[in-house]
């Protein structure tokens, strides 16, 4: 896997402007996957593991001073759920493998023939002659690029089968969960399991970043997104097991990959208690939390507990994977 810059990258991204999340790949002109016939292959799937979370009511949100106000992180509501069971780690590249070994299934980024990847992991020739988006031009459009050939052409996720699986949309994310016969855990759900039982801290284990000087998450170090000291020991993906778990068992619920979410994305949460919620009927977004890798507090501090993102349904890049839940 080449991840060493060969030519200049862009130059450093101004404050409070940007996220580290691809855009939209657009209008998928083929028909969506949606929820696949796969009978035969949910017979056949390997069970997952899940937690058996004990629900009850929790303080959702957050009014952090790094959010950024079109988030929609507050206002802080009371949230009450009901138990349910969530996946200790996001979905990894051996078992999605195993989910296409059995079912032949092609993800958006197959039948499209391309996805984002971050412009600092590819060959300088590659990186040439690959577009990218105006308005994030640290990412390149790559063809060939998908969940098993990660930075494309001459890439393969074969040397990292246990981290998590990439360039998935939330429609991948979706016949994958139709398969194991799982589902995606609704925001609500997310935020109470990534927060481990603590209430209102910044982080899964707490409000300082690195307690004791040692690393917690993977994210950029240095000065994006020019330079990543990966001081973290990771300059892309990690395992889905690295770092502590938190007080619930759950890895990586900061940095690594954002996680898809059930949700359509909305920001207008009230005041009001809640049970349950799973968020609007429609919309042209879906909720991810967790943040990324690729996430740095100079321009996009999303990988605090509280913090959210969104993107369209058929999204991929790099940095985009899941974790699977199921009612208790």
Known sequence: MSQAATDPLPPRVPTGTASCCAPARGPVQQRSPGLLPLDRAREQAPPVELLTLPGGTFRMGGTDRDAVPSDGEGPVREVTLAPFRIAATTVSVAAYAAFVSDTGYRTEAERLGWSYVFAGFLPGALRKISPR????????????????????????????????????????????????????????????????????????????????????????????????????????????????????????????????????WHTAHGTVSRSAPTGPRTGSAKVMRGGSHLCHDSYCNRYRVAARTSNAPDAGAGNIGFRVAADA
């Not at 429609?171 to 209102?200: H, S």
């Not at 950029?220 to 001081?231: D, E, I, L, Q, S």
């Open 133 to 264: 988006p105006e308005r994030a031009p640290w990412w390149c459009a790559v063809t060939g690029a998908y969940w098993n050939a990660p930075e494309g052409p001459g890439s393969s996720a074969d040397d990292r089968p246990d981290h998590p699986a990439v360039h998935l949309s939330h429609n991948d994310a979706l016949a994958y969960c139709a398969w194991a016969g799982v589902r995606l855990p609704t925001e609500a759900e997310w935020e109470y399991a990534a927060r481990g039982g603590l209430d209102q801290k910044r982080f899964p284990w707490g409000d300082e970043l690195e307690p004791g000087g040692l690393p917690r998450l993977n994210i950029w170090r240095g000065t994006f997104p020019v330079r990543n000291t990966a001081a973290d020991g990771f300059r892309s993906t990690a395992p889905v097991t690295a770092f502590e778990p938190n007080g619930f068992g759950l890895y990586n619920t900061s940095g690594n990959v954002w996680e898809w979410c059930s949700d359509w």
